[in-house]
């Protein structure tokens, strides 16, 4: 089982084209529950942050919820992820999931929220905010 916190807010995950700069309001005054993560890549940059962060040029798709695994969990814990996705996806509850050093995230469509909140109950894990 795990104890699992839905972060306040919306998100969004988004993409900016290959070689633009990161706008300043993705770095500046984060709150204590926010959550930003960058991956570039040759093809573009992708961010998910909270949707009211979201930078004017970006290309998003949906507005998606946030879930935190508790932490911290480590970079050498091994199945966290399939504990957390393998409902999900059972529940077809689209997601998209990433990492830091401390712990997990899952990113579930906001729509779809108490289906996957309920997935993961059904699982045994405790859903917490």
Known sequence: MLDITLLPGEYA????????????????GLG???????????DGISVICPADRLPDEAVV????????????AGVDGTGTLAALVDPLAAARVSV??????????????????????????????????
């Open 13 to 28: 995950v988004c993409r900016l084209g290959g070689g633009t700069a990161l706008p300043d309001e993705l770095s500046s």
């Open 32 to 42: 204590r529950a926010d959550v930003v993560t960058v991956s570039w890549t040759a």
């Open 61 to 72: 798709e949906t507005i998606w919820r946030c879930l935190r695994v508790a932490g911290p």
């Open 96 to 129: 998209v999931t990433f990492s830091t050093f401390d712990t997990d995230y899952v990113l579930l469509p906001a729509v779809r929220l108490t289906e996957g909140t309920t997935a993961l109950e059904r699982a045994g894990h405790r859903v917490l905010g």
